[in-house]
């Protein structure tokens, strides 16, 4: 049996189980309070992790950028030496342009160092190996893209119809990872010579037509 106290006042009222009263007033109180503090916490949450995604994602495409440098035989490399200085220009994408400055900064990248400069639109790529076109420029993409092919510049993207207007690299999301494909076509129109490294871990290779 369980025991229950009372607790006595100077009232004269009737005296209050003590047990019984706590659990009636405070336990749908404190359910309550935890509920309220268990939405809150999962709104904050789902919140900080929709802002992380592309945070993430820029990060990563960054990295990918800085990485392929590797794996690219550049038309002016052939001419100088390995140790050539880099230039990546970005257009219409700062946060990647921010990015790899952090991850390039102070760093020799296979024997080279490396340079990330903004770029605005119709601003002339001349001095530039890589060129980056985010998708804010998507709509104007076309003749930064025909110009980089001509100027042999190793042009990347990051919007669906990138390939078509002459990007050599493409990025694109494939079951929420950043992936990218290839166009050979184009990195024979610029000049370049991609390692079968690079091409054995693209998602899709682009090949000329027979």
């Known amino acids: 049996m369980t025991d229950i106290h009372f607790q006595h006042t100077d009232s004269g009222q009737a005296p209050v189980p003590v047990g019984q009263s706590y659990h009636a007033l405070l336990t749908p109180l404190f359910w309550r309070l935890l509920a309220c503090l268990l939405l809150s ?17 820029r990060n990563i495409k960054a ?84 110009n980089a092919a001509a100027l042999g510049i190793l042009s990347i993207t990051e919007f669906d119809s990138g390939m078509r207007l002459g990007s050599v690299i493409n990025f694109r999301m494939v079951d929420d990872r950043v992936r990218f494909e290839v166009s050979l076509p184009a990195a024979e129109k610029a000049g370049l010579k991609l390692s079968s490294r690079l091409l054995s871990v693209a998602y899709l290779v682009q090949k000329a037509a027979p």
């Open 41 to 57: 916490f999962l709104v904050i949450c789902t919140a900080w992790s929709v802002r992380a995604e592309v945070p993430q994602e």
């Open 63 to 146: 990295a990918f950028i800085a990485k392929f440098i590797g794996y690219i035989d550049f038309p002016v490399a052939e001419a100088g030496s390995a140790e050539m200085h880099l230039v990546i220009g970005v257009l219409g994408a700062d946060d990647v342009a921010a990015d790899l400055t952090r991850q390039v900064t102070g760093r020799s990248i296979n024997g080279r160092t490396v340079t990330v400069k903004t770029i605005a639109p119709r601003e002339k790529l001349d001095g530039l190996h890589i060129l980056f076109i985010g998708v804010a420029e998507s709509d104007s993409a076309e003749k930064p893209l025909r």
